[in-house]
């Protein structure tokens, strides 16, 4: 066993497995030591509670149902922005940059809200499209910006690092997410709301969710990233994702 026991696929096990994810990432890069002790600290602090308090919900259920979530951050990253809002407070709470000067903290503080927000699926390509801009025209480590933009996209790689997952452990986290949509689809149905096929336990089909998803989302997405960071790590990356996607194929119920 993993010890991924938890009801929903946003849970303490994904925050711990996202962060190890983005360390890995980091430290894979040839350009690691450009980056700032502040940037490499706010990307980890962002990796472990960019899903912090999750309702367990998407934000169209958020936005269908008027939730306070919506109306108190809106009807665009509302979950984002809930997540960078209790990250930080826990930050601060916890004390765990205290020690650092005020200055120093409102930076680390800065990109963890950044990146938290990077994690937000409607604005994907934006993101995506930054990075392949910025691969187009020719990456400059020394620069700040650049340097932003490939913390941004690691954090997303990391966020969906389960598609790239040992198959055995992928299959759990793919369980898990579907479970997840299943009890949103279920009470949109109680609430005689419209239910989107991979949200309906009685309509979706694992196999065509899941290779759909790698597909359109993690397969693009990590290709690029290994394009970018081209070693013998991000190439099994990729490996372990194709790999999971036959995988996937095969599955009938979950």
Not at 181 to 205: H, I, N, P, T
Not at 220 to 242: G, H, K, N, V, Y
Request: proline letters at 3%; glycine letters at 4%.
């Amino acid at each position: 066993s993993s010890g991924i026991n938890a009801e929903y696929g946003h849970n303490a096990t994904h925050a711990a497995d996202v962060a190890q994810a983005m360390h890995c990432l980091l430290v894979n890069l040839r350009s690691i030591e450009s980056f700032t002790q502040k940037e490499l600290l706010g990307s980890i602090l962002a990796a472990l509670a960019h899903d912090v308090n999750h309702p367990g919900v998407n934000q169209n259920f958020l936005i269908k149902t008027a939730s306070h979530l919506m109306k108190i951050n809106g009807n665009t990253s509302v979950l984002e922005q809930h997540h960078s809002k209790v990250a930080k407070s826990l930050i601060k709470e916890s004390r765990i940059i205290a020690h650092l000067p005020p200055s120093d903290q409102n930076d680390i503080l800065e990109i963890v809200e950044d990146l938290i927000m990077a994690t937000d699926m409607a604005e994907h390509k934006e993101y995506v499209g930054g990075m392949k801009r910025l691969m187009a025209t020719g990456y400059d480590p020394s620069c700040p910006s650049h340097r932003r933009v490939v913390l941004r996209v690691a954090m997303k790689c990391s966020d969906l690092c389960n598609t790239a997952r040992p198959w055995n452990t992928c299959v759990q986290w793919g369980k898990l997410v579907l479970e997840e949509f299943w009890r949103q689809g279920d009470e949109e149905k109680k609430m005689m709301l419209d239910v989107a096929s991979m949200f309906d336990r009685d309509q979706c089909v694992p196999s065509k969710a899941l290779t759909g998803f790698i597909d359109f989302i993690a397969e693009p997405l990590f290709t690029m990233w290994a394009e970018f960071c081209d070693t013998s790590f991000t190439r099994d990356i990729c490996r372990q994702i194709d790999n999971n996607r036959s995988h996937w194929e095969e599955v009938i119920a979950v």
